[in-house]
């Protein structure tokens, strides 16, 4: 460009300053006649000052450049992007043509020249065109990768599985080396997609769903995104990283997705504070994967503002979730198992309040539970942690318990124990309110029982406890009884006002 003939001073973004000549440039550019039309300036040059130009001052020398030699320039993926989104801005058609011709044949450009192309697309997102250059990009990128897996000899979904022979047979040196080879061939792409940003990122992920591309691999995928951009990344990103992780694995087939994984993201989740949406199927994920879960998964600490030890309403919404689904016997089982672990751990927490204590305990249904032991340990802890029970309180814990389902050892120690004595005491001011003439009275005593007839004393604490159990189903019959009276009362005197009196 010639320094005599440059009467146009343009400065670009406040970035970089260029001197054109007029005349040249504006034979190309629609933008700049418009602007320009036959102002002229006796003093010095004429200065055009662009905001937000897409591309920077890069993008604008490649459409000078063309202009000055007179509408010539080879248009290739590696500069297609910039001279495009330029072009348009500058309305410089001749170029436009050019451009969209050359992405016509998108479809035979090599992975590396569509992946440079979505790069330069993050430079020009000022531009009203890089939203639909970026989508033709990635459907090109994703349909190249899905291609390229397909044509892979151990790309089958089976590859990935640990039931798939390159798990089974690992031992071996040589099949070692086999799954690691397969393991790269389906992987390596991984690093070359991360250099885009969080945006693109989520496009691509929505397109390789919608392409139905491998499950195991997108999951492999996304954990090792959030692992890699984590490190570098502001909280506002990670929430963004994170929030696209779990869409995406919301929609993938569950048995892609590991659970401790999946616990991990949680982790991350609270401490990023992500919208409740994403946090919603985070929970429903884990929820419908907890027969998998550790008792170390489910500790997971309480918020900051919360008094509890551990986040007690998390497990709880976990464990709806679990149970809203269709489940097999074993499953409900598993769980139980490990929802009464969880109670034992959390008991002694002075700040969990009875009736969440309580929740957590009608948590599963009793039939999932082949044992109480569990419960009546944890129910033992409570009760020692938190000594300003009411006997209310008490009782509707302990009434939680199934004496069937517990052990001869337990039976004995519940006779014995203190803390259990509250039963007696309210169940008598239960009975006195009733007025009953006859009252079934539990009596929790020590039964003083030689060593030889220790089964005549089980027999007899099981009766004492089925007593008990007698008595509370007397007394709630007792009060829906006296709910029905009262309803019956009420029906006949409504009905006799509406009745019309009978002549004499």
Not at 68 to 89: D, E, W
Not at 219 to 226: A, D, G, I, P
Not at 283 to 300: C, F, P, S
């Amino acid at each position: 460009m010639e320094a005599c003939c440059s009467d146009l001073e343009v400065d670009i973004n406040g970035e970089e300053t260029i001197f054109l000549n007029k005349q040249i440039i504006c034979a190309y550019s629609g933008t700049l006649r418009k602007l320009l039309g036959k102002s002229t300036c006796s003093n010095g040059n004429l200065k055009v000052i662009f905001n937000d130009f897409p591309g920077g001052g890069e993008s604008f020398e490649l459409v000078s450049r063309f202009c000055y030699n007179n509408g010539r320039l080879a248009v290739m993926p590696s500069n297609v992007v910039f001279l495009h989104c330029a072009a348009k801005f500058m309305e410089v058609t001749k170029v436009l043509e050019q451009t969209e011709k050359c992405m016509e044949e998108i479809r035979y450009w090599a992975w590396p020249e569509v992946l440079l192309c979505l790069k330069q697309c993050q430079e020009v997102e000022t531009s009203p065109e890089a939203d639909s250059l970026a989508a033709k990009l990635m459907d090109a990128l994703v349909e190249k990768l899905c291609l390229t897996i397909e044509m892979s000899p151990s790309s089958a979904a089976s590859a990935c599985s640990p039931d798939s022979s390159l798990f089974r047979f690992s031992c071996d040196s040589k099949s070692t080396e086999s799954f690691k080879n397969s393991s790269v061939r389906l992987t390596w792409w991984f690093d070359e997609v991360l250099v885009l940003s969080a945006g693109l990122v989520e496009m691509f992920l929505k397109l390789m769903v919608l392409r139905k591309f491998d499950n195991l691999i997108i999951s492999r995928f996304l954990f090792y995104y959030q692992k890699v951009k984590f490190c570098s990344a502001s909280s506002r990103e990670k929430r963004k990283i994170l929030e696209t992780i779990i869409d995406t694995l919301c929609v993938l087939d569950r048995s892609c997705v590991p659970c401790k994984s999946l616990f991990g993201v949680l982790r991350l989740a609270l401490g990023l504070n992500i919208n409740k949406i994403c946090m919603n199927k985070l929970e429903l994920m884990i929820g419908h994967q907890l027969d998998q879960a550790t008792l170390d998964n489910l500790l997971v600490p309480s918020p900051s503002k919360s008094s509890h030890l551990y986040y007690v309403n998390l497990i709880l919404r976990f464990t709806k979730a679990f149970l809203d689904g269709a489940r097999e016997g074993w499953q409900l089982k598993k769980v139980s198992s490990l929802i009464d672990q969880y109670i034992a751990e959390v008991a002694p927490d002075p700040c969990l309040k009875p009736s969440k204590f309580l929740s957590l305990l009608t948590l599963v249904p009793d039939s999932a539970r082949e044992s109480h032991e569990e419960i009546y340990r944890a129910i033992d802890m409570y009760l020692e942690a938190h000594t300003g029970l009411t006997d209310g309180e008490k009782l509707n814990l302990i009434q939680t318990l199934s004496y069937e389902k517990l052990s001869g050892e337990s039976r004995a120690h519940i006779s014995r124990n203190p803390k259990f004595q509250a039963i007696e005491t309210l169940a008598e001011q239960q009975q006195q309110q009733q007025q009953q003439p006859k009252q079934l009275i539990l009596r929790m005593e020590k039964v003083e029982i030689s060593g030889e007839n220790e089964k005549l004393k089980e027999h007899i604490e099981g009766i004492q406890w089925r007593v008990m159990e007698l008595e509370r189903a007397c007394l709630k019959m007792q009060n829906q009884m006296e709910v029905i009276k009262k309803r019956s009362k009420s029906s006949s005197k409504g009905s006799n006002r509406s009745l019309p009196k009978l002549c004499s």
